[in-house]
C-alpha cells in the first residue's frame, strides 16, 4: 500500500458524459500527478500540481482538466467522454523535496460505453 | 522530444534462467526509474537511479545505468514464477520539475516452470 487513495475504483459511463476522479496523495506530499494508462497509448503523463499550483503538463486533452485544493487532494475532471477515454487512471504523489519517488495510487479504471 | 524504448517487450522465460531488460532513452536525462506492475494493479517502484554508474539490487533484480549510452538494464536472476508481471522503466527529465515521468511501452515478464 502506497498511501495514495484513489476513489472510485471502478467507474462506467456513457459518452459525452462528464466523470470526476479523486486522489488523495500520501500524508505529507505536496506534489500530485496523473498518469493515464491504455493500450494504446500506454502509460502517459497527464498533468502535476504541487502545493496547489499546476506545475507541469503532458498529453493532456482540453475536455480534460485537473485541480489540486487547499487540503492537498486532486481532482480530475473528464468531460464529453469518448470510447477511446476508457482506460486506468493513475494518481501518484512525491514529497516536496528530496526524494524523486513518486507512489502511485491503485488507480480508478473507466469504462466509456 | 524525449522517448523511451524497451525490448523485449515480451519475454517467456523457464524457471532459474538468466535475462535481461534494456531500456534506452533519446535525451540527457537525469534519473531512471523501474516500476513492477501486475495484472490490473498499480505500478509498484522497484529502483530509482540517479547517476551515472548506479547499480541497484533487490532480491533476484538489479538495475543499472549508463547515463553516457542512455541506457538502463533490469538484469533478472535465476528467474521464479513470482517475478511473471510487467517492468516498466520510465525517465525524468531536466531540472525544475519532479513531474514529466516519460514511459517505455513495458515488458511482459513470464516465468513458466
Known sequence: DSGVTQTPKHLITATGQRVTLRCSPRSGDLSVYWYQQSLDQGLQFLIQYYNGEERAKGNILERFSAQQFPDLHSELNLSSLELGDSALYFCASSPSTGSYEQYFGPGTRLTVT | ?113
Open chain 2, 1 to 113: 522530444e524525449l522517448k523511451v524504448e524497451q525490448n523485449p517487450l515480451f519475454l517467456s522465460m523457464q524457471e532459474g534462467k538468466n535475462y535481461t531488460i534494456y531500456c534506452n532513452y533519446s535525451t540527457t536525462s537525469d534519473r531512471l526509474y523501474w516500476y513492477r506492475q501486475d495484472p490490473g494493479k498499480s505500478l509498484e517502484s522497484l529502483f530509482v537511479l540517479l547517476s551515472n554508474g548506479a547499480v541497484k539490487q533487490e532480491g533476484r533484480l538489479m538495475a543499472s545505468l549508463d547515463t553516457k549510452a542512455r541506457l538502463s538494464t533490469l538484469h533478472i536472476t535465476a528467474a521464479v514464477h513470482d517475478l511473471s508481471a510487467t517492468y516498466f522503466c520510465a525517465v525524468g527529465t531536466i531540472g525544475g520539475s519532479q513531474g514529466n515521468l516519460i514511459f517505455g511501452k513495458g515488458t511482459k515478464l513470464s516465468v513458466k516452470p
